[in-house]
């Protein structure tokens, strides 16, 4: 859950970056002066941004990938813990065909 939410804010952040490449195209000229004078706040700007995003991923993940998750879990371990469980053990015969 963590690498699908670190590979989505570096996709999204990569994206925003290509198209303010293009945007910003008038800052060529400036950029020494602009990384120079400005380059800590924009560091830190871009560090922020980056845990805002990878933290809205993560819920995003938790809220729409893992729904009822523990309730399922829940109700096969108690199926496991009491011996009725369906699931068997795939045999020899079943793996050949």
Not at 60 to 69: A, Q
């Amino acid at each position: 859950m963590v690498a699908n939410s670190l590979f989505l804010t570096i996709a999204i952040l990569l994206a925003l970056g290509f198209w303010l490449l293009g945007e910003l195209k008038f800052f060529i000229p400036y950029k020494t002066i602009l990384f120079h004078e400005y380059g800590t706040a924009i560091l830190v700007y871009l560090a922020t941004l980056f845990l805002n995003l990878f933290a809205a991923a993560f819920v995003l993940n938790r809220k729409f990938f893992l729904k009822d998750t523990g309730r399922k879990l829940s109700h096969l371990d108690k199926q496991l813990h009491v011996g009725q469980t369906e699931v068997r053990a795939p045999s020899l015969e079943e793996e050949l065909d």
